[in-house]
């Protein structure tokens, strides 16, 4: 019988082993300082690095680090971080040092470039979707062959009839995505609120309807405006 102790199990050894990839990084780093990397994203005290180093000896690889950081700190929520917090943090989530104007601008202006190529890039694909729509509506109206239609849009032949499945797939999306937000067939539409209208002037008050009793001096209780109503003065 061996008299070897049985191995690890893999969930006990890989705390101690040193993490090769940025989302083995990632995980070790939050077990290890939840206050930093437990939950949300704070911006880092400069040469964090250095203190993972001390504080945990030999878990973590300078590469493994370096690629963490390099897309942590690449990250739009990071950038987004550095633009609303005074402060750098430690690696307990404690204020550590503010962050420079310098590097605050630096965030700033990432983000805004982000902005303007995502949206320059949703215009491009729009673009590109009413030509195939524009392009589309063209070859089920004309007379031409397919190879002189091509050689007229200026388009390869091969490519012609991927570009029509794709705009006949839009156009089915743009009549579903209308169909969905159309009201229901047969819907009433929405009744306005009821609103008070002035008193009907053939009614008076409505005192007399309520039972109100009219008041001393009233015209209302005058006998001589009874009946056919108020006699001419001689």
């Known amino acids: 019988m061996s008299s070897e102790p049985a191995p690890e199990s893999t969930s006990e050894a890989r705390p101690g082993a040193a993490p090769e990839s940025a989302p083995d990084c990632a995980e070790q780093l939050r077990q290890r300082f939840p206050g930093l990397f437990g939950v949300g994203i704070k911006p880092l005290k400069l040469r964090i690095q250095a203190d993972i180093q001390e504080r945990a000896p030999g ?5 493994a680090l370096s690629t963490f950081f390099r897309r ?3 990250s739009t929520a990071y950038l987004a971080a550095m633009t609303r917090s005074p402060h750098r943090f430690d690696l307990d989530g404690k ?5 420079s104007e310098e590097h605050r601008q630096a965030a700033v202006e990432e983000l805004a470039r982000r902005r303007s190529a995502h949206q320059a890039k949703l215009e ?3 673009a590109a979707r009413r030509q195939r729509a524009a392009l589309l509506h063209d070859f089920e109206r004309t007379t031409l062959t397919p190879a002189n239609f091509c050689a007229l ?3 390869a032949p091969q490519a012609l009839e991927a570009l029509l499945a794709t705009a006949r797939r839009e156009a089915t999306e743009r009549v579903d995505e209308r169909a969905r937000r ?3 067939t047969g819907a009433r539409p929405p009744r306005e609120a009821h609103r008070a209208g002035p ?14 009793r009219s008041e001393p001096g009233d015209p209302a209780n005058d006998p001589g405006r009874r009946g056919r109503g108020a006699r001419k003065p001689a």
């Open 59 to 63: 878990v973590f690889t300078k590469v």
């Open 72 to 74: 942590y700190t690449g």
């Open 95 to 99: 204020p550590s040092g503010e962050i």
């Open 124 to 126: 491009q694909v729009d």
């Open 153 to 155: 849009k200026g388009i």
């Open 182 to 184: 159309a009201p229901p």
């Open 199 to 212: 008193p009907n002037p053939g009614r008076g008050d409505g005192r007399r309807d309520r039972g109100v």
